[in-house]
């Protein structure tokens, strides 16, 4: 309610005033989050034309050195590819030749297939697992 004379009373004149600056910083809030966007999505087609370079002007790295969510971590991944073909190249020249050692020879009669030995159809519990062991003792003395 106004004065006598008609003017706003102080708490009406900063209640206005409040009312104005939360529209300000409204209105600016919104201004920056609409840059705040821009900005964002600027960033990201960056980061994305960076990635596409880089991955053109070195074909012979993997994928998984350019799949960093900034550029930083892009660089990190391009290097550390790089060091893994500097020490592979390495590798290579201090070990030349492709060629592989021959495999062990095998062993004659391995592989082939044998005829289980037969069981009598009379040998039943102790006396099976003794005819086993029998066999086994016979098979390592021969």
Do not use: C, W
């Not at 391995?110 to 519990?125: L, T």
Request: charged residues 20%; without cysteine.
């Amino acid at each position: 309610m106004p004065n006598d004379d008609g003017t706003p009373t102080p708490e009406e004149t900063a209640a206005a005033e409040a009312a104005e600056a939360a529209a300000a910083a409204t209105e600016a809030a919104a201004a920056d989050s609409a840059s705040l966007a821009t900005a964002t999505a600027a960033l990201t087609a960056t980061t994305d034309a960076f990635r596409n370079a880089v991955r053109e002007a070195n074909p012979d790295l993997p994928d998984s050195a350019f799949t960093g969510a900034n550029v930083a971590d892009i660089q990190t991944g391009i290097d550390g590819a790089r060091g893994i073909l500097y020490h592979a190249a390495q590798f290579n020249k201090d070990h030349p030749g492709d060629e592989k050692p021959a495999p062990p020879a095998t062993p004659k009669g391995a592989g082939a297939q044998r005829a289980p030995d037969s069981i009598p159809d009379n040998v039943h519990g102790v006396n099976l697992i003794k005819l086993g062991l029998d066999r086994q003792d016979a098979a390592a003395g021969s």
